[in-house]
């Protein structure tokens, strides 16, 4: 087993990470802001792919929703999907395409029932992904908002919009 499949298999200490990683980014927004996000893009998205290529076979899609897919890349799904699986799981819960290969879904939604802060984001829906955020820093996205940005025809709705919640409330699986 790879360290970064190792990694993923244990989200809650993931999630941890994740949370301390973005008050850290979050604290240092005066700093970025200052030096300008351009610059810290340049310098950020080096390293932040390095780091997340070994732990989530990261495709830099510029627009990280990591936490709300139970630490598990949606973007590592060989159609991209960002909003759950397609119709064409295989009864062992493998990929239609990769048959050798679990389906991201379904490990996304294992995962997340480990993450007792972010895993209920698993029921929210994503947008579709901006192809033009390729290749640049998702953190320094996050701080200036534009990995929130939606499609013209989104306009009035918010980012995410809750999809379905049992009524028995989301359960971590803790
Ligand atoms: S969601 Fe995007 S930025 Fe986050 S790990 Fe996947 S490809 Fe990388």
Same mark, same amino acid.
């Given at each position: 087993m790879s360290l970064g499949s190792w990694m993923r298999n244990h989200p809650h200490f993931l999630e941890k990470v994740y949370r301390l990683t973005e008050r850290t980014v979050i604290g240092l927004d005066p700093v970025f802001n200052k030096l300008g996000y351009d610059r810290m893009n340049r310098w950020l998205k080096g390293p932040e792919d390095l780091a997340k290529q070994v732990?989530?076979?990261?495709?830099?899609?510029?627009?990280?929703?990591l936490h709300s897919t139970g630490?598990?890349?949606?973007?590592?799904c060989p159609k991209n999907l960002r909003n759950g699986p397609c119709?064409?799981?295989?009864? %062992?819960?493998?990929?239609?395409?990769?048959?050798?290969m679990r389906c991201v879904w379904v490990e996304a939604f294992e995962r997340s029932g480990h993450m007792p802060v972010y895993g209920h984001e698993m029921l929210f829906i994503n947008p579709p992904? %901006?192809?033009?955020?390729?290749?640049?820093s998702a953190w320094v996205n996050m701080l200036t908002g534009v990995d929130k940005e939606v499609p013209?025809?989104?306009?009035?709705?918010?980012?995410?919009?809750?999809l379905i919640l049992p009524a028995e409330g989301w359960s971590t699986g803790q």
């Open positions: 732990v989530f076979d990261c495709r830099m899609c510029g627009q990280c929703v630490m598990t890349c949606p973007m590592s119709g064409g799981v295989r009864s %062992n819960g493998h990929c239609e395409v990769k048959p050798e992904v %901006n192809r033009q955020l390729e290749g640049s013209k025809a989104w306009a009035g709705t918010s980012q995410r919009v809750e």
